[in-house]
T-cell receptor
Framework: EAGVTQSPTHLIKTRGQQATLRCSPI?????VYWYQQALGLGLQFLLW???????NRGNFPPRFSGRQFPNYSSELNVNALELEDSALYLC?????????????FGPGTRLTVL | KQEVTQIPAALSVPEGENLVLNCSFT??????LQWFRQDPGKGLTSLLL?????REQTSGRLNASLDKSSGRSTLYIAASQPGDSATYLC??????????????FGSGTQLTVLP
């Protein structure tokens, strides 16, 4: 099965701009999870989308938002970028069949805010 | 609130050595625990998943154990190789998260296997 894909690989923005990150889950799966991995803070849960709706969010401000499209791909938007938003953003999707409890991660988008 | 801790933060061993990575969690009401590997600047690769009803899982040279009552898991790597050098992360899914599958991660152990 095709894995989780993310784009772009790298993104460089300046403070105050908006960033848009994209993710496609494993084919046929409806859930997408977003995580932030900032230096020194570890991996933190950001958002969960399923069947086109936001189901849960972590402890992040409202300027972190997103959406899920009918084909289950997802977009993460970060508005009014701040320096501390610089991080690796990872997207995850459950697997198929017997491995539905396993989370599979994409390669990530490295966001740098200058 | 679930907290996951990994000790040590960094570990350096000579090639061929067997080693153990530790993970502890504060809330034993977990659904499962998953070990991942992360290479520098890359995404996560799933290594092993242990359901809360299981005691251990094995894949090749890797063996993960789970003691839910004490809030601990270990990842055992046999006959380590330089290619095993990476950061190893453990993550738990809590029962309290319901149908959600978001994970709570430890901060990882950075492993270096010296040739």
């Amino acid at each position: 099965e095709a894995g989780v894909t993310q784009s772009p690989t790298h993104l460089i923005k300046t403070r105050g701009q908006q960033a848009t990150l994209r993710c496609s889950p494993i084919s046929g799966h409806t859930s997408v999870y977003w995580y932030q991995q900032a230096l020194g803070l570890g991996l933190q849960f950001l958002l969960w989308y399923d069947e086109g709706e936001e189901r849960n969010r972590g402890n992040f401000p409202p300027r972190f938002s997103g959406r899920q499209f009918p084909n289950y791909s997802s977009e993460l938007n970060v508005n009014a970028l701040e320096l501390e938003d610089s991080a690796l953003y990872l997207c995850a999707s459950p697997g198929a069949g017997d491995s539905t409890d396993t989370q599979y991660f994409g390669p990530g988008t490295r966001l740098t805010v200058l | 609130k679930q907290e996951v801790t990994q000790i040590p933060a960094a570990l350096s061993v000579p090639e061929g050595e067997n080693l153990v990575l530790n993970c502890s969690f504060t809330d034993s009401a977990i659904y499962n625990l998953q070990w991942f590997r992360q290479d520098p600047g890359k995404g996560l690769t799933s290594l092993l998943l242990i359901q809360s009803s299981q005691r251990e899982q094995t894949s090749g040279r890797l063996n993960a154990s789970l003691d839910k009552s004490s809030g601990r898991s270990t990842l055992y790597i046999a006959a380590s190789q330089p290619g095993d050098s990476a950061t190893y992360l453990c993550a738990v899914k809590d029962l309290s998260s319901g149908s959600a599958r978001q994970l709570t991660f430890g901060s990882g152990t950075q492993l270096t296997v010296l040739p």
